[in-house]
T-cell receptor, first 113, second 113 residues
Framework: DSGVTQTPKHLITATGQRVTLRCSPR?????VYWYQQSLDQGLQFLIQYYNGEERAKGNILERFSAQQFPDLHSELNLSSLELGDSALYFC????????????FGQGTRLTVV | GQQVMQIPQYQHVQEGEDFTTYCNSS?????IQWYKQRPGGHPVFLIQ???SGEVKKQKRLTFQFGEAKKNSSLHITATQTTDVGTYFC?????????????WGLGTSLAVNP
């Protein structure tokens, strides 16, 4: 158990809908990262928050947004969903920045139908 | 696009054989991290290398960082079925104020008992 909790584990939704994925980092970790993993694209970094502030941005679509709350949990919002958004979404946390060891949650498997 | 290239993409070995995966970059890397993801699981941090020519060992795993800091390798001696999974390398890349972890596409290892 990495100490990072993601909910829900599975999500099935229709195209055009909006969903929210939730992540609770390890106790004491200030950074939260979101990743998208699909079969053909590997592990894609989406965005990082550090202590409530956006720290780095990756290949995150404009239809996606995220935030980190004062209690350090984070949410990833995916809107106007398309079939191609079906993937495994991982949250990871670390004590410091991107040079720190990252601990991954179990992931949320999103299926858009 | 990808900043770090991993080869091979797939590798099948007989149990007991050795295995090596390589991570290459056209630019100098500040560091290299290695992760392992078991089938159906989440990435798990293995190690980080930061120094030129650095070599680190974890039991049957040997990690190397090239002298020019443009490549890295992970070598497994005498593979076991528990080594099955996908091995990813990742490196921190600075782009202005945006610092992010760039991931290779991974090498999937299958071990025949």
């Amino acid at each position: 158990d990495s100490g990072v909790t993601q909910t829900p584990k599975h999500l099935i939704t229709a195209t055009g809908q909006r969903v929210t994925l939730r992540c609770s980092p390890r106790s004491g970790d200030l950074s939260v990262y979101w990743y998208q993993q699909s079969l053909d694209q590997g592990l894609q970094f989406l965005i990082q928050y550090y202590n409530g502030e956006e720290r780095a941005k990756g290949n995150i679509l404009e239809r996606f947004s995220a935030q980190q709350f004062p209690d350090l949990h984070s949410e990833l919002n995916l809107s106007s969903l398309e079939l191609g958004d079906s993937a495994l979404y991982f949250c990871a946390s670390s004590v410091g920045g991107q040079s720190s060891e990252a601990f991954f949650g179990q992931g949320t498997r999103l299926t858009v139908v | 696009g990808q900043q770090v290239m991993q080869i091979p993409q797939y590798q099948h070995v007989q149990e007991g054989e050795d295995f090596t995966t390589y991570c290459n970059s056209s630019t100098t890397l500040s560091n290299i991290q290695w992760y392992k993801q078991r089938p159906g699981g989440h990435p798990v941090f293995l190690i980080q290398l930061v120094k030129s020519g650095e070599v680190k060992k974890q039991k049957r795993l040997t990690f190397q960082f090239g002298e020019a800091k443009k490549n890295s390798s992970l070598h497994i001696t005498a593979t076991q079925t528990t080594d099955v999974g996908t091995y990813f390398c990742a490196s921190t890349r600075n782009a202005g104020n945006n610092r992010k972890l760039i991931w290779g596409l991974g090498t999937s290892l299958a071990v025949n008992p």
